[in-house]
């Protein structure tokens, strides 16, 4: 079956610091991976997006993510914190050969101390 | 150009009712999927609709049900409402052709159920 997890629950950083989260999925196909921010109350944003091609994907608001295969991983990072990205954080997994739905980690929530 | 709308952005039903959400999707695209998102959890999904037909099936019981219309706009209908049916149920439209399954999500309905 196909899974997505994200190993931290809560994650609390400075303004400022670095970040990475943490994704890792189990899927039996090419997956298409994704990185969602979920304000409270709010909707789903993307961030970025992996299909194919360079590893190293960018996204909004300063974020990058690294697709490596071999780890069965797909971590966001953002060199620099800011006090607006404190929300929830979605990765998820899609493949053609499941159709075309999505499957979701339980999230991250991100807390940034000033 | 308008995203993906949803409504009504709130509602609150009792044990046993029945409940319709209604969801217009992101212009120029045609398929629409329902997901639902339990508090302190990733969206789970639900189904999806292409051409007024459900094209795929997510594990929930057949007290959901959906349609979508000509305009591809699309309703979900939850029967006999259990208290496990409270959550925020997220719409995401996309297109067929869209590379990597790509789905835009609106802002949700908070449905309670008391």
């Known amino acids: 079956a196909q899974s997505v997890t994200q190993p931290d629950i809560h994650i609390t950083v400075s303004e400022g610091a670095s970040l990475e989260l943490r994704c890792n999925y189990s899927y039996g196909a090419t997956p298409y991976l994704f990185w969602y921010v979920q304000s409270p109350g709010q909707g789903l944003q993307l961030l970025l997006k992996y299909f194919s091609g360079d590893t190293l994907v960018q996204g909004i608001k300063g974020f990058e993510a690294e697709f490596k295969r071999s780890q069965s991983s797909f971590n966001l990072r953002k060199p620099s914190v800011h006090w607006s990205d404190a929300a929830e954080y979605f990765c998820a997994v899609g493949a053609r050969e499941y159709g075309n739905k999505l499957v979701f980690g339980a999230g991250t929530i991100l807390r940034v101390k000033s | 150009d308008a995203g993906v709308t949803q409504s009504p952005t709130h509602l609150i039903k009792t044990r046993g009712q029945q409940v319709t959400l209604r969801c217009s999707p992101k212009s120029g695209h045609d398929t629409v999927s329902w997901y639902q998102q339990a508090l302190g959890q990733g969206p789970q999904f639900i189904f999806q609709y292409y051409e007024e037909e459900e094209r795929q099936r997510g594990n929930f019981p057949d007290r959901f049900s959906g349609h979508q219309f000509p305009n591809y706009s699309s309703e979900l209908n939850v029967n006999a409402l259990l208290l496990g049916d409270s959550a925020l149920y997220l719409c995401?439209?996309?297109?067929?052709?869209?590379?990597?399954?790509?789905?835009?999500f609106g802002p949700g309905t908070r449905l309670t159920v008391l």
């Open positions: 995401a439209s996309s297109s067929p052709g869209a590379p990597g399954n790509e789905q835009f």
